[in-house]
């Protein structure tokens, strides 16, 4: 029952701000209220037991990837252009399209018979790290993979800063200097 | 009354649709991310309240996967909001509409 509380106010605030980004003008308010529906999902994460994943999600999604992006809204000063449309003319086809897709997708969802087990197990701290790092010939393997993520993390930090620097010298990003 | 697992999908399934009209449907390039993000959480969401309908063993590789795919969107946050600012350097404009150099 209190579980079912709990999951409903952490929902609303989910969904609010998930529409809160849909109608927000500024590119800011729609980045604030983003953190907040990230927060209540990572506490959604610790009602269902995966507490882990809920801090990874506070950590890197509220903490990181938010605060790149409010950085990069800010330092681009996003609202300069605010003459641009919220929405255009694809919308009105779009808006229908995505809902009909949802209602299908829920009917199918609804009618699937699903219940939660009781012998599931709580993704710990103590878990998660067995699993991830099990380097046992008969494992899961997925060391492997967290090796690979850390080559792309890297070679997608290395492709950000080399896309986002200003070209050194160059006329071009001079004059823009000093408009 | 109790939470039950078709809850936690319904509600990853609404976020999910919010994600993909705010993707598609707005024009300025920050909300089309953002919209990204949303949908990716929402999958996140779906994987992690199927995990746990499993029993003991099974429902490991569910909350082993949302790691991974968090991961995998701080790497596309990354590099797309550093296209985000080489193009509006060029363009000076924040509408997805604009950026159609490579169209054709």
């Not at chain 1, 701290?125 to 008969?138: G, I, N, Y």
């Not at chain 2, 996140?44 to 199927?50: A, D, E, R, T, Y």
């Not at chain 2, 569910?62 to 350097?89: D, H, T, W, Y």
């Not at chain 2, 997805?96 to 169209?103: E, I, L, V």
């Amino acid at each position: 029952m209190l579980a079912l509380i709990y999951f409903i106010i952490l929902g609303i605030l989910a969904v609010g701000s998930a529409l809160c980004v849909l109608l927000s003008r500024h590119p800011l308010y729609g980045a604030l209220s983003l953190v907040l529906s990230m927060l209540s999902l990572a506490g959604i994460y610790g009602l269902l037991g995966s507490p882990f994943i809920g801090v990874v999600q506070v950590m890197v999604y509220a903490g990181a990837i938010m605060m790149l992006l409010t950085f990069v809204i800010m330092v681009l000063n996003g609202a300069r252009d605010s003459k641009t449309p919220m929405f255009d003319g694809v919308s009105l086809f779009v808006i229908p399209g995505v809902i009909v897709l949802a209602a299908l997708v829920g009917f199918v969802l609804v009618r699937t018979p699903m219940a939660f087990d009781e012998t599931t197990l709580r993704g710990s701290v103590a878990l998660t790290s067995r699993t991830l790092f099990d380097v046992a010939q008969t494992g899961p393997g997925y060391f492997v993979l967290f090796e690979i993520l850390g080559l792309l993390l890297l070679s997608s930090m290395a492709a950000a800063v080399l896309l986002a620097k200003k070209r050194l010298g160059s006329v071009d990003s001079d004059d823009k200097e000093e408009k | 009354m109790a939470l039950e697992a078709i809850y936690v999908q319904v509600l990853a399934l609404i976020l999910f649709s919010i994600g993909l009209i705010v993707a598609i449907a707005r024009r300025n390039v920050f909300f089309v991310l953002m919209g990204v993000e949303i949908a990716l959480n929402a999958v996140n969401l779906s994987f992690v309240g199927f995990a746990k309908t499993l029993p003991a063993d099974l429902s490991v590789a569910g909350q082993i996967v949302p790691l991974f795919s968090i991961a995998i969107a701080a790497a596309e946050a990354c590099v797309g909001l550093a296209m985000v600012i080489l193009i509006f350097r060029n363009r000076e404009s924040v509408d997805a509409d604009t950026y159609s150099n490579m169209k054709g």
